[in-house]
């Protein structure tokens, strides 16, 4: 058995392996990151950073910068086109970051990559991960041109289809919804919020409309059947059918699009012995609430900090606390999301019963409050 090479592989250089990069290499310890793609080449599936994750990174000087370059939102609305159900205001809670941070997942990566290279740390790319084998010692990962890596401790934050959970050999329990979801980022005319995010019910359907620091407007929708590339008919069709009616707005550019399936699982741990998971690799669910992208960072930094203590002398046993808290974590969201999206894909003959009920609650300080709490994942500090 060879001496470990390095202290943490981390395989994937999304936002969570990222942050797991850049807490351990901040803690001195010595980190080799891979990834499949190209620098640059991820698209940008989240757009939403949360008032916790902000919190979580701050001691890892990026906070700064993400919020610099972001808009802060401060209120989240659910309408049933143009009438008001429940709005959702984040000014009153506990955190420096009173608001939702819109900012596109290109953007965060960008300024996570930025703070590893400013710590001495680099990504090995593109490069992928073949195999993975455990020992008493270490964790040896070989790369698809047969180059090995050795290391003490491996993450796997290589997503959904993660490479280092199936040799693990952990499985991903749950299902996929059955509706598909498009998603664009658009030019609009016309009279929308750029300090909120809305989510439109309608008879039609629900759309999200959130706004990006670059003038553009992200759209999230579900429907039966999604286009591979939504162009601006499609999109305007949405917006006409599922968005506002009283003051409609005009898609004139598709900037970029695409559609995806969601499924909703979650691993069945996060941890085999010396192989950890963190992320999309641990845990995929629906894009409602914007929950995803935050999750992950908050795996993430967490293990960073655990496996920090253990390679500093701590006991392994560190690692199953984070594995067993983060899943409880990641239940929970899976649970709150899939509530989401419930409401918003509830059959037509019920949705009235849906936003009367919704109306009632909205007017609710206290449910307003605690939906607030937990869009801005402050019911995970620890």
Excluded at 229 to 258: I, N
Excluded at 272 to 287: E, I, M, N, Q, T
């Amino acid at each position: 058995m060879s001496t470990p090479t390095v202290d943490v592989l981390i395989v994937g250089a999304g936002p969570a392996g990222l942050t797991a990069a850049v807490v351990l290499t901040q803690r001195g310890h010595t980190v080799t990151v891979v990834d499949t793609q190209a620098e640059g080449a991820n698209t940008s599936r989240a757009a939403v950073v949360h008032a916790r994750t902000l919190e979580v990174l701050q001691p890892y000087g990026v906070t700064e910068e993400l919020t610099a370059r972001g808009i802060h939102a401060g209120r989240f609305t659910i309408r049933d086109r143009d009438r008001l159900l429940v709005p959702v205001p984040f000014g009153g809670l506990p955190t420096p970051f009173p608001y939702t941070l819109m900012i596109s997942q290109a953007e965060t990566e960008a300024v996570l990559l930025a703070r590893l290279k400013e710590l001495g740390g680099t990504v090995l790319r593109p490069a992928t991960v073949a195999a993975v084998r455990q020992d008493d010692t270490g964790v040896t990962a070989t790369l698809d041109g047969g180059r090995q890596i050795r290391a003490t401790y491996l993450i796997g934050a290589d997503g959904m289809h993660s490479t280092v959970r199936q040799n693990a050999g952990i499985g991903f329990t749950g299902s996929t919804y059955a509706e598909s979801f498009t998603l664009a980022d658009v030019r609009l005319d016309g009279a929308v919020s750029d300090a909120e995010v809305v989510l439109y019910f309608s008879p039609a359907g629900m759309v999200v409309v959130a706004p990006l620091p670059d003038g553009t407007f992200r759209i999230v929708a579900t429907v039966d059947s999604a286009p591979e590339v939504p162009d601006v008919a499609f999109v305007q069709h949405l917006l006409d059918t599922r968005g506002p009616k009283a003051a409609p707005v005009a898609v004139r550019e598709v900037v970029w699009g695409s559609r995806f399936r969601v499924h909703h699982r979650v691993a069945d741990t996060f941890r085999d012995r010396r192989v950890l998971l963190a992320g999309d690799a641990a845990h995929v669910h629906s894009p409602a609430g914007g929950q995803g992208m935050n999750l992950g960072i908050d795996d993430a930094a967490a293990l960073g900090d655990a496996l920090s203590r253990v390679l500093q002398g701590a006991s392994p046993e560190i690692l199953d606390e984070y594995a067993a808290t983060h899943r409880a974590h990641a239940q929970k969201v899976v649970a709150f999301a899939g509530r989401l999206t419930t409401l918003a894909t509830m059959p037509a003959f019920v949705r009235p019963a849906r936003n009367l009920v919704l109306g009632l609650l909205g007017r609710s300080a206290a449910f307003r409050r605690r939906l607030a709490w937990q869009l801005a994942g402050l019911d995970r500090r620890r």
